[in-house]
């Protein structure tokens, strides 16, 4: 069972940034892609980025690029998404999941489960 804990949420003010962590629980990262997703209440949960498993190439929704700046570290087993000049309307429980990393990548089905997710509050 693919399992990968979040963390790194917090409350932040406008323009701020905040960097959130993925980690893999009893398996190793590497030979996974894997995807940020968010969900704001009331709203769907959507993709915000992913990045491929062996070349490191990524994906970005609209909203977050040029903004948020995923990565990862693989000697970690952890995936990274530095979320820069936040927004309120960032705000949302960020998830990660292993995901197949290409152009329709949040709409397929994730590998695994969910994980209880990261708190992101943008406010003043």
């Known amino acids: 069972q693919l399992q990968l804990v979040e963390s790194g949420g917090g409350l932040v003010q406008p323009g701020g940034s905040l960097r959130l962590s993925c980690a893999a629980s009893?398996?190793?990262?590497?030979?996974?892609?894997i995807g940020w997703f968010r969900q704001a209440p009331g709203k769907e949960r959507e993709g915000v980025s992913c990045?491929?498993?062996?070349?490191?190439?990524?994906i970005y929704a609209d909203s977050v690029k040029g903004r948020f700046t995923i990565s990862r570290d693989n000697a970690k087993s952890t995936v990274y998404l530095q979320m820069n000049s936040l927004k309120p309307e960032d705000t949302a429980v960020y998830y990660c999941?292993?995901?197949?990393?290409?152009?329709?990548?949040?709409?397929?089905?994730?590998?695994?489960?969910w994980g209880q997710g990261t708190q992101v509050t943008v406010s003043s």
């Open positions: 999941a292993a995901v197949i990393c290409r152009p329709g990548w949040s709409r397929r089905q994730i590998f695994g489960s």
């Open positions: 009893g398996f190793t990262l590497d030979n996974y892609a």
């Open positions: 990045i491929s498993s062996i070349s490191s190439s990524t």
